[in-house]
């Protein structure tokens, strides 16, 4: 690993070379060759070209909101091994928030620029719950951005009601939603799915809702869950096949890359990415994803000091508040740390950058 100027790297090998040309003048790479430099790229060449690319796009500006995540049920019949935050049906701990108390909670941060509301697939939760809930949210706050409900739970509204995706997505669009969260990708890998998270939807369907929801000019977000048993090639194929959709839709806002987290949950004996790999796949998302406008660093599951180094690998995104959020919480056994928007600028401009709040 050596640290050198991005045109050091040109001259040391046409590999690296020619790998810029391509990213830099927004062109795809191949898989081979995002296969190549996944394995064997230099971690700051890695940085260093995706921070250029960062640049290109974003100049120096780096981007957070007012932000506050509702987690409305960890009741989920889906039973992935990765994740800690859910209770099976019946089972002790489980918790489903009322639209009433979703509302009080929200009107105590008055100042809310965007609202992220994700749940398991709760059983006992009419297909009206999901719609009151972005109607009431709407109606108390008619300027807040309503993130809400992953391509996992919509594709659950349309079982439980009967309708369409299309129908369901016109529906929560005239509630007052405006975008929809990235989760629930995890990884596009049929083996990893049957592994996992077999009950899950499949990557054609998360795919075809995505394509649904970009065809009704509703913006979403994509995720990748990593560092867990999936395989290198399979990182790839992931984002090579978002940058395609994206080609294709133009949909897509903000990309996340999820680092696993290893702690109370089935794959616990996991020791879980290092940071290491962690800046290596952030970097990739945004040298692969050159059509992506965002890529994000989670600091709530990264931790606010590697999120912040994230900045400098690539992502220009670095979320938000959040306040409270309660998958992580359930994993890690503790509370998010608020951080308020003071310490967000700080953190960017320590780095160089300039905060701009969304
Ligand atoms: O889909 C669950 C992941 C996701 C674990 O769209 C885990 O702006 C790591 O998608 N280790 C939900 N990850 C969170 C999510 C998200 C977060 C922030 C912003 C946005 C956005 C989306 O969390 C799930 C799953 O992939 N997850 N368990 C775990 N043990």
Same mark, same amino acid.
């Given at each position: 690993?050596?640290?050198?100027?991005?045109?050091? #790297?040109?001259?040391?090998?046409?590999?690296?070379?020619?790998?810029?040309?391509?990213?830099?003048?927004?062109?795809?790479?191949?898989?081979?060759?995002?296969?190549?430099?996944?394995?064997?790229? /230099?971690?700051?060449?890695?940085?260093?070209?995706?921070?250029?690319?960062?640049?290109?796009?974003?100049?120096?500006?780096?981007?957070?909101?007012?932000?506050?995540? *509702?987690?409305?049920?960890?009741? %989920?019949?889906?039973? %992935?091994? =990765?994740?800690?935050?859910?209770?099976?049906?019946?089972?002790?701990?489980?918790?489903?928030?009322?639209?009433?108390? *979703?509302?009080?909670?929200?009107?105590?941060?008055?100042?809310?620029?965007?609202?992220?509301?994700?749940?398991?697939?709760?059983?006992?939760?009419?297909?009206?719950?999901?719609? /009151?809930?972005?109607?009431?949210?709407?109606?108390?706050?008619?300027?807040?951005?309503?993130?809400? #409900?992953?391509?996992?739970?919509? /594709?659950?509204?349309?079982? !439980?009601?009967?309708?369409?995706?299309?129908?369901?997505?016109?529906?929560?669009?005239?509630?007052?939603?405006?975008?929809?969260?990235?989760?629930?990708?995890?990884? =596009?890998?049929?083996?990893?799915?049957?592994?996992?998270?077999?009950?899950?939807?499949?990557?054609?369907?998360?795919?075809?809702?995505?394509?649904?929801?970009?065809?009704?000019?509703?913006?979403?977000?994509?995720?990748?869950?990593?560092?867990?048993?999936?395989?290198?090639?399979?990182? *790839?194929?992931?984002?090579?096949?978002?940058?395609?959709?994206?080609?294709?839709?133009?949909?897509?806002?903000?990309?996340?890359?999820?680092?696993?987290?290893?702690?109370?949950?089935?794959?616990?004996?996991?020791?879980?990415?290092?940071?290491?790999? !962690?800046?290596?796949?952030?970097?990739?998302?945004?040298?692969?994803?050159?059509?992506?406008?965002?890529?994000?660093? #989670?600091?709530?599951?990264?931790?606010?000091?590697?999120?912040?180094?994230?900045?400098?690998?690539?992502?220009?995104?670095?979320?938000?508040?959040?306040?409270? @959020?309660? *998958?992580? @919480?359930?994993?890690?056994?503790?509370?998010?740390?608020?951080?308020?928007?003071?310490?967000?600028?700080?953190?960017?401009?320590?780095?160089?950058?300039?905060?701009?709040?969304?």
């Amino acid at each position: 690993m050596q640290n050198l100027v991005l045109e050091e #790297y040109f001259k040391k090998d046409n590999f690296y070379k020619k790998v810029a040309e391509k990213v830099l003048n927004l062109e795809p790479l191949d898989f081979d060759s995002a296969l190549k430099l996944y394995r064997e790229g /230099d971690l700051f060449f890695l940085g260093k070209l995706a921070k250029r690319l960062k640049e290109k796009i974003h100049g120096k500006k780096y981007y957070y909101t007012l932000n506050r995540h *509702i987690n409305y049920t960890n009741i %989920c019949n889906i039973n %992935c091994k =990765f994740c800690g935050f859910h209770k099976r049906p019946g089972e002790k701990g489980g918790y489903t928030l009322s639209i009433k108390e *979703i509302i009080k909670t929200l009107k105590t941060t008055p100042s809310l620029k965007e609202v992220h509301v994700v749940g398991g697939l709760n059983p006992e939760l009419p297909y009206e719950y999901y719609i /009151d809930l972005i109607k009431a949210i709407r109606e108390n706050f008619p300027h807040i951005h309503i993130r809400a #409900y992953t391509c996992v739970e919509i /594709d659950w509204l349309s079982r !439980i009601s009967g309708k369409s995706i299309k129908d369901v997505l016109i529906e929560l669009k005239e509630a007052g939603l405006n975008s929809i969260p990235g989760g629930g990708a995890e990884v =596009f890998s049929e083996r990893v799915r049957k592994e996992l998270y077999p009950a899950k939807i499949s990557a054609e369907r998360w795919i075809e809702i995505a394509k649904t929801a970009h065809s009704l000019g509703i913006k979403t977000n994509a995720t990748l869950l990593f560092g867990h048993i999936e395989t290198e090639e399979e990182i *790839i194929n992931h984002l090579l096949k978002l940058r395609e959709i994206q080609e294709e839709t133009k949909g897509f806002y903000c990309f996340i890359p999820l680092a696993f987290i290893p702690e109370n949950n089935e794959l616990s004996y996991l020791p879980g990415p290092s940071a290491h790999q !962690i800046l290596k796949v952030i970097a990739l998302s945004r040298i692969i994803l050159n059509n992506f406008p965002h890529i994000k660093s #989670y600091w709530v599951f990264l931790g606010i000091k590697l999120a912040q180094v994230a900045l400098l690998w690539g992502a220009d995104h670095f979320h938000g508040t959040v306040i409270e @959020e309660k *998958i992580s @919480e359930l994993m890690k056994g503790e509370p998010v740390i608020k951080l308020p928007p003071a310490q967000i600028q700080r953190l960017i401009r320590e780095i160089g950058g300039e905060p701009v709040e969304l």
